[in-house]
């Protein structure tokens, strides 16, 4: 009887697991920029954000408080595998998916704000020396 429910068991675990498809895909990330140029200076105040290029779907740089910074992937955390599933506006620190209704706090790791995401976006390291920023994974 014991076999017969372990047996059950395991089998729901692997049916219910999610295809790879509903991952973020890795991509290598390596990126320099230079904040004095024009084209970054909206990140010179906190709370602004810009888009780049580079990751799966593009970047998201995200000025926090002081030289805090953050840097995510653009792909939508919810059915990622969409080619709609992009971040397409951010709003007051607010990401929004433009197919669907998902939103993610900028401020607070990408963490998700309205569903049908579950998880967060994914997140870039970064180091700034000078002007200089650096993006990577």
Not at 32 to 57: A, T
Request: proline residues 3%; glycine residues 8%; charged residues 15%.
């Amino acid at each position: 009887m014991k076999s017969i429910l372990y047996i059950i068991i395991i089998s729901l675990l692997i049916a219910s697991c999610t295809s790879k498809e509903n991952y973020i895909a890795e991509v290598y990330v390596n990126i320099l920029i230079d904040l004095s140029l024009p084209e970054y200076s909206d990140l010179q105040v906190s709370g602004n954000s810009i888009f780049i290029e580079g990751g799966v779907e593009g970047i998201i740089i995200y000025h926090g408080v002081g030289d805090d910074y953050k840097a995510y992937d653009r792909n939508c955390s919810y059915e990622p595998s969409l080619t709609c599933s992009v971040i397409d506006s951010v709003n007051a620190g607010i990401a929004y998916c433009g197919c669907c209704t998902s939103a993610f706090l900028l401020g607070q790791d990408g963490a998700v704000a309205n569903s049908p995401a579950l998880l967060p976006l994914k997140e870039y390291y970064w180091t700034l020396s000078g002007g200089q920023m650096r993006i990577f994974n």
